[in-house]
């Protein structure tokens, strides 16, 4: 069984601080390259468009479950840091492998493979940010921050490699380099969250509690699928140069790292439902600003909110998890929320993407722009029903 290291509940909380920091920007750093990019690498080696919707997708699903799989085997088998170190590891040999074999099919199945490992620990990684911020007073924001830069150096740097001959081919190397480097992060006895708690019936009483906020949340971020599954090969399509893909996802992330390193703190005082209602109305209007095919400078414009789309939104979402669920269950509301955003907000909405835009001709950025809506429509009507007698 899983042993609570010692590590974070020594009273000098900066070890346990900085091996937050380490797993977090290195975990976040191969983020920065395989969310912009991987579509690119698919598409690059021979998929079709409905297949790198269908891979994504597929692969969203995979990262929901190895989610539940890897808190069950760090609660019953193996302590967090050894799981996440393995995952990484297994990662790194499979993205190196698909190129190696070369066919598209092969390709697409272990990319799906990849994206299951990769992000199966991120909640095992939260959960410890989390614990050092309740037991060492750090807060969470300026912790996460660094994953944020680390994501912008991954999104700077992929982007100018793909100006590169066969520039998208290095993806799968570049990526298991990191993911060796977040091997050596999340190894050592200091980097252990508390046994997680996976009592199923105590995480939907935690997750109901929480359900008026984590389901308008869950929607909010279901309004990326787009951006994450398709926006860079649609900026390449409409005319942005491969080489300034990577400024257009890094103002996103300096954005976020703004919201991060410096307003944290105060958004954190704000009522969660307040905080996603103006995070909704930033997506609505980022999601139309896309939807006119602007020129470039605009396009990097609105990305700037993502700040609010996704780090407000992310902040809020911890915020509910970390004051109004009780700690021993903060490791199965991260896994559940983590769970429903991947299966349910990214790969279902990913997967229904091709069929959406078939059926109704719209403009992928104003379907995202309406599940947006929703969100804030969810909210106003939960306010509704606690103001009524």
Known sequence: MSRPS??????????????????????????????????????????????????????FALRAVCILGFGMAATLLLPAGRLAAGAAVCAALVLVAAPLIGDPAVIGLLSVLAVGLVYG??????????????????????????????????????????????GAA???????????????????????PPTPRLDPRAGAAALAVAAPLLAPALLLQASHAFYYSFGTIWWIDHGVARGS????????????????????????????ATLLAACCLVAIGRWLVLSLDPPLPLIILSQLGHAMTFGGAYLAAQTVIRTRIRPELHYMAQA????????????????????????????????MAAIAAAALAWLGLARLARAAP
């Open 336 to 367: 559940g929320y983590a769970f429903l955003t991947t299966f349910v907000g990214l790969a279902g909405t990913t997967a229904l993407i091709p069929w959406a835009l078939r059926a109704t001709g719209a403009d992928p950025w104003l379907l």
């Open 121 to 166: 620990s991120i909640p095992l990684i939260e959960s410890f940010a989390n614990t050092v911020t309740l037991r060492g007073g750090h807060g969470y924001g300026r912790m996460r921050a660094w994953g944020s830069f680390a994501f912008l150096i991954g999104n700077v740097g992929m982007g100018a490699l793909l100006t590169l001959p066969d």
């Open 245 to 272: 893909t990577g400024i257009v996802w890094g103002a996103a992330v300096a954005a976020e790292i703004v919201v991060y390193r410096y307003a944290a703190r105060r958004l954190e005082t704000i009522p969660p």
């Open 6 to 59: 010692d590590g974070v509940s020594r009273p000098a909380g900066d070890h346990g601080r900085l091996r937050a920091v380490a797993a977090l920007s290195a975990h976040y750093g191969v983020s920065g390259i395989l969310t912009p990019y991987l579509p690119v690498w698919l598409a690059a080696s021979g998929l079709a468009a409905d297949a790198v919707g269908w891979t994504m997708a597929a692969g």
């Open 170 to 192: 290095l993806l799968p190397y570049v990526t298991a380099g990191l993911l060796l480097c977040l091997c050596l992060a999340v190894l050592g006895p200091s980097w252990q």
